[in-house]
Structure formats: C-alpha cells, structure tokens
C-alpha cells in the first residue's frame, strides 16, 4: 500500500474513533502482532481499538473503502493462528468492548459485549445466582467474541453443549460496516433463517461479533468430582458408560489424561502436587458431578464411585471434599498451560481434534509411535474424552522452530484413517488449512468459500484463515 494511502487511513481511522484509538509504529503493542499459536510476529500497518459497535462499522467501513484487510482480535489465546494479522493491514482489537450489559434472571440470558474475558462472565453468572457453563482452560485471559467466533467447547460440552448452544442473540458487523443486529433473548424463535449461525465458528471470516445474548442456566446447588486412576483404555470406556448411567444429567465433566500426560505433569510441572499416582494404571480420568442437593446428588454419587473400587474397574482415585480440593482436581487438568516452560515441554505443537471415542487410545499409541519413530518427536495426550475431543502436544526437544508440517503430517494423516476430524474446538485458523479437506467435503469447501465470496467479495475481512 502506498505510503500516501497508508497515512491517509491512519488519519481518518484517529479522526473517526480517536487517536487513543489507533497505535502504529513504535506504539504498536507486540501482543498483538500474533497469538498462542508461535507463529512468528507480523507486521501490521496498526492496531485499532474500537470502543463500540459504531466504532467498528466505522473503522471497517474505512478500510473496506481503502482495500486494507482486517484481522479481528480477541483475547489472542487462539492455538491456530486465526488472530494473527497480515503483514500491512489492521488488527481490530475488541479489548475496550468489554462489559455485562444486562442479566435477566428470569429469562435466564446475559447481554455482554465481545471483548468481555470468559472469567468475568462467569463470575456475574455466579453472583446472580445462575451459571454460564462455557469452560476452559484459558478463562482468565480469552474473550467471549473468540470463543464465538471459533465456536469453543471446554470442560462442560458433555453436559452443555459447544459455544454456538449458549448463544440465543448476537449483533455482527460486516466487512462494508453494516450492522446485523440479532439480539434475540429467546430459546425459540423460528421466524426464518437463524442467521446468527453464521457468525459462530466461522473464525472472523464472514463478520465481526460485537455483542451477544447468551444462555445462562441453574448454578449447581453441588459440586462433586474425582480423580480416577484405571489400568486401560477399556475401563475408561466402561467408565464412562458407568457415568452416563448412573449420574445421568448430573454429568457435568469427563476429561482423561494419558499416563505420557500425567508423568510430564508430575514429573516436571513447577509446583505440581498430583493427587493420585499411577503406579498401578495408565490413565487418570477425572470425572465432574454437578447436582442441585448435596445429600441426595452428592450420596448418589459417592455411592456409584465405591461400587468402581469394589468391582476394580478403578485401582486408586481420591473424591472431592471441598472447594479447594475442586480447584487441585482441575488445576492436573488444566497444567497444559505451563508446558511451554522451558523446563517442561518448551516450544512445541498443539492439536485439537475430534476422534470416535472407542478409537482415541488406538490414536494415541499410533501417533505417539510414528512421532517419536520418525522425528525423535516426544508427545502426551488428554481431552474431552465424553465428548470425543482429543489434545495432543508434541515437540522435538532443543528443537526452535519445531518441524510443524512434518508433525501435523503424521498427525492429522492418523486422524483421517480413523474419520475424526482436524478441528475439535479450536477452529482451522492458518495452521490447519491443509488439511481441511481431511475432515470435510470438496462441496462442502466450495459452499464454504461461495459463502465467503458473497458476504465478503474482496477477502478483505481475516483474509487467509480457514482456506485460501
């Protein structure tokens, strides 16, 4: 772009929403030239943070006018590389659009803005007395237009449901700036296409999220959990089958961490205290109980897990007695985060994908073995086993950049024999586009793009994300 452009942009975008608004050059924050994916930084001509929804039409109305692509922003913690920018055009950060607008407790909905942290609206959920049941590991830190946009699922999917289930109302802008307000705080409405749908987990491609309307339900007058410990996969099947059955609706959470997961937790994670060892299994599963009466819930509960020691199906676990013992339970779960310590794991790749449940473990030993086989590659895996959600995270230790493409060969090449999908949770971003055509049809690829091409015929709008 002409540096005569260039400048005239930045000067009416400082002139529509203020010069506070707009950093360029040396003010340019550095968090935002990329995301958690460790992609190298870009370079883009400036951030812009609007401070509401006409601020955004504005901002994408001028540089729809000037032909500059826009990156949408969030909270940045995406692992695909979706909120990365290009080098030369705008990254539209939501961070100021933050803020509950309102709580209706009987109708059970919250109003908020995009850039709200996920952390904050569960915590107004939780002193209204109600519960927003959208998890996950990056609470504090990712914003509820992200996970939105990449149609997110967590720790609670069994029981509740993907992101785009939570979702009643949503305002979206247009590459060209028009708004679409669809703020609908009803659980039906069927007057004509549910077009909100197009906004959730289409990654920023097709529209900016702004506001939203979403769907709160009954805070659990209990919360039970435990941490198991089996001797093979097929116990954890029988576990879960077990779950289903006994607890029902009350199941809120069953996540596995494989022993290659828990060693590097225990083993090398600052500060790690594991409740439970696997000396004598292969797998932790912790399990989630969330029921609305202590005595009967939390008995039914506690009586189905003595009859899994009685019978053998697990061999050593430890039950919940508190809050803090909750949070311990969790923080195994969640010590994911702390792998790219250099001491732990350091530099490595993310992958989050969707397998047949009966085929996760056969997923997992074949691609441990061809990772360390071919490239020396170490690997652990966990995921949201209830729902089919496998993560892995692989690395070649000492190694900077890691070998992606040959990682995510062997990789996503086992997903495909099995029929799962490249994409569980965590969108396709820049990192997966290859292999998009693992997990879904050349037609259905093509709608993808007519679509595209239609609500965004220039590509101005996260350019290169999901396909080319």
């Not at 307000?181 to 296409?193: D, H, L, P, Q, T």
């Not at 099947?237 to 199941?251: D, Q, S, Y």
């Not at 060693?263 to 109980?289: C, N």
């Not at 495909?416 to 965590?426: F, M, N, P």
Request: charged share 20%.
């Amino acid at each position: 772009m002409k540096e005569v452009k260039r400048d005239q942009l930045l000067a009416e975008l400082r002139l529509g929403l203020g010069a506070s608004a707009v950093l360029s050059g040396s003010d340019l924050p550095e968090r935002n030239r990329t995301d958690w994916s460790f992609l190298p930084y870009a370079d883009p001509m400036a951030v812009v943070r609007p401070g509401s929804t006409e601020e955004v039409a504005k901002a994408l109305r001028l540089c729809h006018g000037a032909g500059v692509s826009v990156t949408p922003q969030g909270g940045l913690t995406g692992l695909c590389g979706g909120a990365r920018p290009l080098d030369g055009g705008i990254a539209l950060s939501l961070e100021r659009m933050h803020g509950i607008e309102a709580i209706d407790p009987v109708g059970m909905t919250m109003t908020v803005r995009a850039g709200t942290p996920l952390e904050v609206i569960q915590k107004a959920a939780d002193d209204a007395g109600l519960l927003f049941s959208l998890d996950l590991g990056a609470r504090g830190s990712c914003a509820i237009g992200g996970n939105l946009s990449t149609n997110a699922g967590g720790n609670r999917v069994i029981r509740y449901g993907m992101a785009k289930d939570l979702v009643l109302g949503l305002e979206a802008v247009t590459v060209d700036g028009t708004v679409i307000s669809m703020m609908n705080r009803m659980i039906k409405n069927n007057a004509g296409y549910d077009l909100k749908q197009l906004f959730l987990g289409s990654e920023g491609t097709l529209g900016v999220i702004t506001r939203a309307v979403l769907r709160l339900h009954p805070k659990p007058g209990c919360v039970q959990a435990a941490l198991c410990v089996v001797t093979g996969y097929d116990q954890v099947l029988a576990l879960l089958a077990g779950a289903r059955r006994n607890l029902g609706p009350l199941l809120s959470a069953f996540e596995v961490m494989w022993a290659d997961y828990w060693t590097l937790y225990a083993d090398h994670v600052p500060g790690a205290r594991p409740p439970v060892s696997l000396d004598a299994g292969s797998h932790v599963v912790l399990i989630e109980m969330q029921g609305l009466d202590e005595a009967i819930d939390g008995g039914r509960f506690s009586t189905w897990l003595e009859t899994l020691f009685d019978d053998g199906t697990v061999v050593d676990g430890v039950v919940s007695r508190s809050l803090a013992d909750l949070q311990a339970f969790w923080t195994t779960r969640d010590a994911a985060a702390e792998f790219a310590n250099p001491d732990v794991a350091g530099p490595h790749v993310s992958f989050d994908v969707g397998l047949p449940v009966a085929l996760m473990d056969e997923f997992a030993s074949r691609s441990s073995t061809a990772l360390s086989q071919t490239l020396g590659c170490r690997s652990v895996h966990y995921g949201h086993v209830g729902d089919g959600n496998l993560h892995v995270v692989a690395w070649v230790k000492g190694m900077t950049p890691q070998p992606l493409s040959a990682i995510s060969d062997i990789v996503y090449g086992i997903v495909k024999e099995l029929d799962g999908t490249v994409s569980a949770e965590h969108g396709i971003g820049t990192l997966k586009k290859p292999y998009l055509g693992y997990s879904r049809s050349p037609v259905e690829i093509d709608l993808m793009r007519r679509l595209k091409s239609c609500m965004d015929p220039r590509g101005l709008l996260n350019p290169g994300k999901v396909f080319d």
